[in-house]
């Protein structure tokens, strides 16, 4: 039901939309109606110009995502595990995250090129602070009694921290891996902006510098889409491992 809503509150959205953009009289330049970009994007789908586009974005997303959430996942369980590493290493962690990352894209541009490495980078650097964070603050989150009564156990420090702090703190890591999801993609188009030829960052300034504006709302869609489905299959995952704890 809930969907279904949604649905009908998106089509009478477009509807408003489609019926103001005639009425108004808007240039396709300012604000295209819906059908106009419903035509460009059935063309570029249909002539096959959007996907190598599409699977470009798509992989630079994948690396991205996959590099910047392993490296943030170890990071916080060693931050969370020998707090004297965590004093000495935090402070640099959060200047590193304070820098604007577009800033940086000329720097990774002159190290690693033009293209989908430098894209995958930034887009990485991107995911790996929500995942850090969230990780430590999970982990930090095992009630003392449990990890007394481990002790008590005479549980090692390997098994202390598999058996109970990261099941107890994986809710938390699933949070920052679906905050890291929609960062992700906007990483990677924005990186596309500047250090890429082909992607869906830089369909749309083509898009932009052609004056085309119903192919850039259509590429927006394109984008939307495809965060939707990343997004969604986040909570897939999150659902199977956390299955497990909710039966």
Not at 9 to 28: D, I, M, N, T, Y
Not at 40 to 51: Q, R
Not at 195 to 223: H, K
Request: net charge positive; proline share 6%.
């Amino acid at each position: 039901m809930k969907r279904v809503t949604s649905l009908l509150v998106l089509l009478a959205l477009l509807l408003a939309w489609e019926a103001g953009a005639r009425a108004l009289q808007f240039s396709l330049l300012v604000l295209p109606p819906p059908s106009r970009v419903l035509q460009a994007l059935w063309a570029g789908l249909a002539s096959g110009y959007f996907w190598p586009h599409i699977a470009t974005t798509a992989t630079e997303l994948l690396l991205g995502l996959g590099t910047g959430c392993v490296i943030g996942f170890v990071t916080g369980v060693l931050l969370a595990e020998v707090p004297a590493l965590r004093r000495v290493v935090m402070p640099y962690v959060v200047v590193s995250q304070v820098v604007p990352k577009l800033a940086l894209m000329p720097l990774f541009i002159v190290w690693f090129g033009f293209g989908l490495t430098s894209t995958a980078v930034i887009t990485a650097l991107i995911c790996f602070f929500p995942l850090m964070e969230n990780t430590l603050t999970g982990l930090a989150q095992v009630p003392p009694d449990r990890l007394e009564l481990f002790r008590l156990l005479g549980a090692s420090r390997s098994q202390t921290l598999w058996r109970l702090k990261l099941p107890t703190g994986l809710p938390s890591v699933l949070a920052g891996l679906r905050i890291a999801v929609v960062l992700a993609l906007v990483g990677a188009v924005v990186g596309e902006f500047i250090g890429a030829s082909r992607g869906l960052g830089a369909l749309i300034i083509a898009a932009q510098g052609s004056m085309d504006t119903p192919l850039m709302f259509a590429v927006l869609v394109l984008v939307s889409l495809l965060g939707l489905v990343a997004y969604q299959a986040t909570l897939f995952l999150e659902r199977r491992l956390l299955r497990p704890y909710l039966s």
